[in-house]
């Protein structure tokens, strides 16, 4: 199936149809688990939804306040480029709305991990000078939860874009799906940004709990110590990686996200 970014050849009619009639083959891409439709059979069956494809830079988005910033969430989408092999990019959004100490907490986390992070206010024109400068030259996919600002920041980089905004949810603190279909745009030469719609829930797709702790930059260093190397690094004795936990080499928050992301793995392999 044709997806957002890929390369194709097509004809086009004379009444302005067109026929799609090759795919160029995919430099890589990403993708999540598809939600469960329900009574759509076996529970446990979750194919794989492709978000778009050729892409050079993610850029994890997630607002500091309203909606509250969840780090499970930034650590799943994190994953999900991990393990395509794209590069990534944090940007934390409306640090109008939030205090300085919060904002620098999250800045300096994700900073140390080895990621860009960009602090961003579009209501306050933040950061968006930065963001700007590091799209040149690539395809950049804007990915996170419904709300975030996704789209305001690229009108606001790009004001000829236009896209939809929503507000936020005074009953849930949740994003409204403004963006309802991943898009692309050419906004400078050889540069392209992909507006997503907003999620409710992601899941990597294809990783098996074995390969999981691959993906979390900080384990790196100690993964291949463990006695085993099929450890999941969950209970099993002389795992390196619950030991640098214990040491806080490695933080408890990113430990737990990483648990909670390998327990949705197991839940899946156990319907």
Not at 109 to 116: A, E, M, V
Request: hydrophobic share 35%; with cysteine; charged share 25%.
């Amino acid at each position: 199936m044709v997806v957002v970014g890929d390369e194709v050849e097509f004809d086009i009619n004379e009444d302005g149809t067109g026929v799609i009639s090759e795919v160029g083959e995919r430099k890589n891409y990403i993708s999540r688990k598809a939600p469960r439709i329900k009574g759509a059979g076996h529970r446990g069956e979750r194919l794989e939804q492709i978000i778009a494809s050729n892409v050079d830079m993610l850029y994890v988005v997630s607002s500091i306040f309203s909606p509250q910033l969840n780090e499970r969430t930034i650590d799943r989408l994190i994953v999900a480029a991990e393990s395509s092999h794209v590069s990534v990019s944090i940007i934390l959004n409306k640090c109008d709305l939030s205090d300085e100490k919060e904002t620098n907490f999250w800045r300096d986390f994700y900073s140390q991990l080895g990621y860009d992070v960009f602090v961003t206010s579009v209501t306050e024109n933040i950061g968006i000078n930065e963001v700007r400068a590091s799209l040149e030259g690539k395809v950049n996919l804007f990915w996170g939860s419904s709300g975030v600002g996704k789209s305001s920041i690229l009108n606001s980089l790009f004001p000829e874009l236009d896209f939809n905004v929503g507000e936020i949810s005074d009953a849930s603190d949740k994003g409204k799906h403004t963006t309802v279909t991943s898009v692309m745009n050419q906004v400078l030469e050889g540069t392209y940004v992909i507006d997503t719609p907003g999620i409710r829930e992601i899941d990597p797709y294809g990783i098996k709990k074995e390969d999981l702790g691959h993906y979390f930059k900080e384990f790196e260093d100690y993964i291949h110590d463990c006695k085993f190397n099929t450890c999941t690094h969950q209970h099993e004795p002389g795992c390196a990686v619950i030991e640098a936990v214990d040491e806080e080499e490695i933080d408890i928050i990113r430990y737990k996200s990483y648990l909670n992301l390998l327990e949705t793995i197991e839940e899946d392999m156990n319907f």
